[in-house]
């Protein structure tokens, strides 16, 4: 979650059981001052690295590689839609389409829904560092009550009538069919996917969206990976602005209606096992240079290190998240774990 968290590739092989523990917390590749780099969405392409993250009009960032140096790029959008009104844009994702065509998905506040409610919009650009242009016309999610023009994808069976979406990842499944994952916020929590059209600007034609879980508990910040014919869902779960937010991932066998309703929520980055990082969640998972796969996930920093433990960012003052990178690896079962963690040089 956004407010004060996308790809299928290859893979690491190294055996796993339980959580590797980090003797001490890595040092985050990039945290500018100010709001930080939260939710980071991070891509890479022609041997560099692209990310984004929430704020203002989407704050960008490119490094050469994933530890660094990353280099400010100023925001991505070069306006916010017509139908959101003034605010931050939450949870940024960044897909590429094809060698010309991206899309950054956001999730940005409207009217006519309960206070901090948002929508999700989508935008375009001819390069990973935009400029990217508002797709016209209305959200591409949004429930029917917000004040907006018509959204592709209402929420049909949404759990509650007012509140919003946010933390939207595209995914493209094996056969090249293009998804929008995203999340409904306010409890209980639940995790959607619909169908895009092959830009990923619009749902697809007599495409519907439908739940993949739901829970009491907060589950946000959804990103989907298809590994041995599985979907491997990453997630994050808890309450965002406390070092106990985590990481976890879940397994299914298909993508129908409450997938992942029943199966087994798996723990994968904790304050614990990475060596006391304040709350790693909001993770993305991108290609590396070497063939492998990379994790970039934020977490909350007291000045130069992790904020201590029983730091609270809704009432405690000082705080901002920071862009974290650790290895993704897959053991024998395939089921995926994090045994390294990466620093800048």
């Given amino acids: 979650m956004a407010s004060p968290r996308r790809r299928v590739l290859?893979?690491?092989?190294?055996?796993?059981?339980?959580?590797?523990?980090?003797?001490?917390?890595?040092r985050p590749v990039f945290a500018p001052g100010g709001g930080g780099f939260a939710d980071p969405t991070v891509v890479s392409h022609n041997d560099q690295f692209y990310g984004m993250s929430t704020g203002g009009l989407v704050p960008s960032a490119q490094g050469n590689i994933g530890t660094g140096p990353w280099t400010a790029e100023g925001p991505a959008l070069t306006a916010k839609p017509s139908w959101a009104t003034s605010g931050v844009m939450w949870a940024p994702d960044l897909e590429r389409i094809s060698a010309n065509e991206w899309v950054v998905y956001f999730a940005a506040p409207v009217d006519g829904l309960d206070a901090n409610q948002r929508c999700i919009g989508a935008?375009?650009?001819?390069?990973?560092?935009?400029?990217?242009?508002?797709?016209?016309?209305?959200?591409l999610v949004c429930p029917g009550l917000a004040n907006t023009?018509?959204?592709d994808d209402?929420?049909?069976?949404?759990p509650l009538t007012n509140a919003g979406v946010i933390d939207?990842?595209?995914?493209?499944?094996?056969?090249?069919?293009?998804?929008?994952?995203?999340?409904?916020?306010?409890?209980?929590?639940?995790?959607?996917?619909?169908?895009?059209?092959?830009a990923g600007t619009h749902v697809a034609s007599g495409a519907t969206s439908r739940q993949l879980l739901r829970s009491d508990r907060i589950v946000e910040n959804p990103v989907l990976v298809k590994r041995a014919g599985d979907y491997i869902l990453f997630a994050s779960r808890g309450p965002y602005n406390q070092c106990t937010y985590e990481t976890i991932w879940m397994r299914a066998n298909g993508l129908g209606t409450n997938a992942f309703n029943t199966v087994t929520q798996h723990l994968l980055l904790t304050d614990g096992n990475t060596g006391g990082v304040c709350g790693p969640g909001g993770a993305d998972i991108a290609a590396a240079l070497d063939g492998g796969q990379r994790i970039f996930f934020h977490g909350w920093l007291c000045g130069s290190g992790p904020c201590p433990v029983n730091f609270d960012a809704q009432t405690d003052d000082g705080?901002?998240?920071?862009?974290?990178?650790?290895v993704l690896g897959w053991d024998s079962s395939d089921n995926p774990v994090v045994n390294k963690f990466l620093s800048p040089e």
């Fill in 149 to 151: 023009p018509a959204p």
């Fill in 154 to 158: 209402n929420v049909p069976g949404r």
């Fill in 319 to 326: 705080g901002r998240r920071g862009m974290y990178l650790g």
């Fill in 168 to 198: 939207p990842s595209g995914f493209k499944d094996s056969d090249g069919t293009r998804f929008l994952l995203y999340k409904t916020q306010q409890l209980p929590s639940s995790l959607r996917i619909v169908r895009l059209n092959a």
């Fill in 123 to 139: 935008a375009t650009a001819n390069s990973p560092l935009g400029p990217f242009t508002p797709v016209s016309g209305g959200p």
């Fill in 10 to 26: 290859g893979a690491f092989v190294v055996c796993f059981s339980i959580p590797m523990f980090a003797d001490a917390a890595p």
